[in-house]
């Protein structure tokens, strides 16, 4: 193997690590932390609190959210542009997933900008609170509401069928048979992570 060929191999295991972890471990809490939007105002506004009081906030979400996340995309971007489809020639399920995950990234980048960008840094510069009411106004409206439960269940689909790629990348599954049952487990992940989120958009919208 060529050094370029061992940077590339090097670099996609990066970029398949840093989608599980830490941004796989990230969404998992995000999520289970909207989804207690479901109990009320109180029990959603007291999570936020707890998270925004954490010691050296900035810098985890700087090591462990953002420059993780620039990268994914980055590369992500990189490999999708290089990508070569024959989903029409080959239309088996792989081929498929395949497709899927480049398509759901290429939205992804244009969802979790326009999400960092409403809640996040506007929070950030002070024009806007981060708790309860905040998100519920900004789903009162409909279209908003449907741009989100494609964002998420986008993101969920893109996380949940990219463990496959990080399984099969690290040597976790090996042979058609570890790869076809690592499916359902993948699968699973996404009715859940998918649940949960549609639990929460559920909880602000209502």
Known sequence: MSSVERNKYLWKRLHTLSGVVPLGGFLAEHLWTNMHAIEGPAAFNADVSYLEHLPFLFIIEMVVI???LLYHMIYGIKVMLDARYNVGAMSYFRNWMYSLQRWTGAFMVIFIAYHYWQFRLRSYFGLVPLNFNSVAQALHNPWMVLFYIL???????????????????????????????????????????GGMGMVSIYAFAR
């Open 66 to 68: 953002v420059i993780p």
């Open 151 to 193: 964002g998420v269940l986008t993101t969920v689909f893109h996380f949940s069928n990219g463990l496959w790629s990080f399984a099969l990348d690290w040597g976790l599954i090996v042979g058609a048979r570890a790869q076809r049952q690592f499916t359902w487990v993948t699968l699973t992940a996404f009715v859940v992570l």
